[in-house]
């Protein structure tokens, strides 16, 4: 058998630390985060405990990496221009990017604000959050300071509240829940 390449090396890594990551989730939203050991993620994820140690320092370092891993993901469909202004396309395309990785992911995002709404993690990704979070706040608000709307922060704290309040009825009753009349009515209402 010939010898890996480091593509392979790097994919096998990739792998192990996405593996570990989904394990954690679970663990966290099944026992909470402060009962979750670093034994039991790693039996989960089918690694030593050892190896986990390859790639997360700490059981508060692996949360912080989900934690921004989705936060990035999630708001990721802005530019990194913060001064650019969005049009009105690029914030509608925003949104409906969003709420289509939500519900393509929905058991992940389950999991996720299960263990977000533990007042102990959120305590130690509060930073990391305002990091991610406040330069698309700042853009949305920007573009509803285009628009000439008073008070464009709050109309971009509320958006974001909505967003959250559609997932959640969506993880909630996604049998019966209307997520794309309610995706298309929130960009006709608010872009």
Do not use: C
């Not at 009105?88 to 393509?104: C, L, P, Q, T, V």
């Amino acid at each position: 058998m010939p010898p890996r390449t480091q593509e392979q090396y790097q994919e096998i890594r990739t792998e192990r630390k996405t593996r570990i990551m989904q394990a954690a989730l679970e663990v966290f939203s099944e026992e909470g985060f402060d009962k979750a050991s670093i034994s039991k993620i790693a039996g989960r994820a089918g690694v030593s405990k050892g190896l986990m140690y390859n790639y997360f320092n700490s059981k508060e370092d692996l949360i912080k990496t989900i934690f921004i891993d989705a936060l990035n993901k999630l708001m990721g469909g802005f530019e990194d221009d913060p001064d650019k202004i969005p049009t009105k396309e690029m914030f509608a395309g925003f949104i409906r990017k969003s709420m289509e990785d939500f519900k393509n992911n929905l058991p992940y995002w389950r999991m996720y604000f299960t263990v977000m709404m533990q007042p102990d993690v959120m305590g130690l990704v509060e930073k990391e959050f305002l990091e991610i979070a406040m330069p698309v706040l700042t853009m949305m608000a920007k573009y509803y300071e285009n628009r000439g709307f008073e008070n464009p922060m709050a109309k971009a704290r509320i958006l974001g509240a909505i967003l959250d309040g559609v997932g959640v009825n969506y993880m909630i009753d996604p049998e019966n829940f209307p997520y794309e009349d309610a995706v298309e009515i929130i960009i006709e209402k608010l872009t």
